[in-house]
């Protein structure tokens, strides 16, 4: 790939440098998962010291209670512009245009599989999975439909795609041929912040949500139908039956919105009110001290882009069960313990076996913090920085071509 990139571009004295913009409006309360993408992402991008200038658009208005914008805005050759746009109306994506051609990037990099039209720079777009595509209840019909336009004009238009796993590549591949030569893997990693902490410190934050004293299995997620949690429920109480003095409770950690109810009537009807907790969206310090005390975590999901909480619990030290989609995604290799996907007893068994092992989570939990410490947001950014030289070595060649 060397030999394609003009010298002012292999040669750091010489290299010209970018103006990267970035749209961060996705750091906010309703992308857990693409917002705290986005936001390591653009730390790890600055922390690299390109001398490129990254600009992030953000929508001050939306509800943001996890990520500090200050944060970005005080970082090298970082500048935090609030362009108050809307995420997802065509007419806001065509406003979101304008603010693009204002601000004249180079490059422009949309976490999302939504983008301004038009546009008159390269776009590179981060399309993470195709589970709506997958798992058609996940999404309304007409949310179907906008996921497909969405993620098909990506394929067509963007000047690179990034995603989170080779899993995910394999099926934007197969899905779009004519995008497959554009399409880059570039790991995500755990926020730096998940990781072993003082038993005290575990104790304080079990005390504020009414776990102390109590041992448990921990689930994170926000209930989505590819995250299996009624299998899990029904999982559970298989387990309390075979094992009724056991005493563990199953915590259902996250923002489950209106399937809270749903998952509520579940528990009743099979017999698992007691058995259950759901102590709602946590802040990170608080889900980290969670991570630190479970006897276990459970990841049944069907399938996942990458499956970045199984890492998370991983770096705390926390064994693992997960199923082999979601060890496919995230290369987990014998890290974790690992079931098929949509299959009850193989996960009933799982649960047994490491729950009555003491040594099988000591070996489980070395394992995943092994496997979590190789990931690494440098390594990210580097990947993707990488990407946004190509993209723009190929522009200032044809731009080149097409003046001689």
């Known amino acids: 790939m060397r030999g394609h990139f003009p010298d002012s571009l292999r040669c750091p004295s010489r290299r010209i440098l970018l103006r990267i913009l970035i749209d961060g409006r996705y750091i906010n309360d309703g992308f857990p998962g693409i917002g705290r993408y986005t936001f390591n992402l653009i730390v790890a991008l600055a922390e690299l010291e390109t ?14 209670r996890r990520y500090d914008l200050n944060r970005l805005a005080a970082l090298p050759g970082c500048r935090v512009e609030d362009c108050r746009v809307d995420r997802f109306l065509p007419s806001e994506l065509v406003r979101l245009g304008g603010v693009v051609h204002r601000l004249k990037p180079d490059i422009f990099h949309s976490p999302f599989y939504l983008r301004p039209y038009p546009l008159h720079v390269p776009c590179i777009q981060t399309i993470h ?20 336009a969405g ?8 000047a690179a795609v990034l ?9 934007l591949r197969r899905r779009f041929p004519a995008a497959a030569g ?3 893997v570039t790991l995500p990693a755990p926020d730096p912040g998940f990781r072993p902490l003082p038993e005290e410190r575990i104790q304080e ?3 504020r949500v009414a776990l102390d ?22 999982a559970w109480a298989r387990y309390v039956s075979r094992r009724p003095r056991d005493g563990r409770l199953l915590v259902l950690a996250g923002d489950y919105g209106r399937r809270h109810a749903e998952f509520a009537a579940v528990c009743g009807r099979l017999g698992l009110r007691g058995a259950v907790r759901f102590p709602g969206e946590l802040d990170d310090g608080t889900l980290t001290a969670l991570y630190n005390g479970a006897d276990l975590c459970v990841f049944p ?10 890492v998370e619990a991983m770096a705390c030290g926390a064994p693992v069960i997960t199923t082999d989609p979601v060890a496919a995604a995230a290369s987990l290799g014998d890290s974790a313990l690992l079931v098929p996907a949509n299959a009850l007893a193989p996960l009933v068994d799982a649960l047994d076996n490491v729950l009555a092992d003491e040594g099988l989570r000591k070996t489980l939990s070395a394992r995943g913090l092994a496997r979590a410490a190789s990931y690494s947001w440098k390594a990210t950014a580097q990947a993707t920085h990488d990407v946004y030289r190509l993209v723009a070595g190929k522009r200032r060649l044809s731009c080149a071509s097409a003046s001689t």
């Open 151 to 158: 993620v098909s004009l990506a394929c067509r238009s963007a």
């Open 213 to 234: 004293g109590r041992r448990y299995v921990l689930h994170l997620s926000s209930g989505l139908p590819h995250k299996n949690v009624r299998l899990l429920l029904e």
């Open 301 to 310: 999901a069907a399938t996942e882009g990458f499956g970045l909480p199984v």
């Open 129 to 148: 999975d195709l589970i709506p595509m997958e798992v058609p209840e996940e999404l309304g019909k007409i949310g179907r439909i906008v996921f497909l």
């Open 205 to 207: 934050a079990l005390r």
């Open 182 to 184: 554009r399409i880059h």
């Open 51 to 64: 001398g490129d200038v990254l600009v992030v658009l953000v929508n001050s208005r939306l509800r943001n």
């Open 163 to 171: 995603t989170v796993s080779e899993l995910s590549a394999g099926a």
